[in-house]
T-cell receptor
Framework: RKEVEQDPGPFNVPEGATVAFNCTYS??????FFWYRQDCRKEPKLLMS???SGNEDGRFTAQLNRASQYISLLIRDSKLSDSATYLC????????????FGQGTTLQVKP | GAVVSQHPSWVICKSGTSVKIECRSL??????MFWYRQFPKQSLMLMAT?????????EQGVEKDKFLINHASLTLSTLTVTSAHPEDSSFYIC??????????FGPGTRLTVT
């Protein structure tokens, strides 16, 4: 079983839609979780950290569920510019800075 | 924000040759850097952790004699792909950790081996 698993999609949604991605992880000792956005042929860019209490940044909301070992990302009012691949990542349990990523979920927002 | 650069941004080489990729933290010192590889439509896979002044730590399944890592200074780590073959063609991305905090990614190097 992979350490971090995501549905690769693609998710095709119209502009203005709300879309949610989930990501499951197997390492229960991990302390830190993140969502990254990656555009085609570019490096990943940090979108937001994920906390148990939930984290909201504008149209984006991230949530961590430790009991079920998954993290989620909710995007409201999708824009064309949100089209990208979204990677969930977790730090290893020893806080080395090593990031383990899921395979990414591709989002395509259409007009 | 912090800046990490990679050089070259893309490279084409012939099978059997070696290629060196540089990763630099431009405005901070990084005792730890990481090297990832990403094949098309796949995720970033961690290859190794590069530690300044000591040997790199390789992930399971990554050949340390094929992917040579040198982290000789606090701002530079290099990855050398030795005797490259077409199956080594990939997108190589480094990241640098600022102290004990956040990691910053370089822009990546696209390697094509013909």
């Amino acid at each position: 079983r992979k350490e971090v698993e995501q549905d690769p999609g693609p998710f095709n949604v119209p502009e203005g839609a709300t879309v949610a991605f989930n990501c499951t992880y197997s390492n229960s000792a991990s302390q830190s979780f993140f969502w990254y956005r990656q555009d085609c042929r570019k490096e990943p860019k940090l979108l937001m950290s994920v906390y148990s209490s939930g984290n909201e940044d504008g149209r984006f909301t991230a949530q961590l569920n430790r009991a079920s070992q998954y993290i989620s990302l909710l995007i409201r009012d999708s824009k064309l510019s949100d089209s990208a691949t979204y990677l969930c990542g977790q730090h290893g349990s020893s806080n080395t800075g090593k990031l383990i990523f899921g395979q990414g979920t591709t989002l395509q927002v259409k007009p | 924000g912090a800046v990490v650069s990679q050089h070259p941004s893309w490279v084409i080489c012939k099978s059997g040759t070696s290629v060196k990729i540089e990763c630099r933290s431009l405005d901070f010192q990084a005792t730890t850097m990481f090297w990832y590889r990403q094949f098309p439509k796949q995720s970033l896979m961690l290859m190794a952790t590069s530690n300044e002044g000591s040997k790199a730590t390789y992930e399971q399944g990554v050949e340390k004699d094929k992917f040579l890592i040198n982290h000789a200074s606090l701002t530079l780590s290099t990855l050398t792909v030795t005797s490259a073959h077409p199956e080594d063609s990939s997108f190589y991305i480094c990241s640098a950790r600022r102290g004990q905090g956040r990691v910053y990614f370089g822009p990546g190097t696209r390697l094509t081996v013909t």
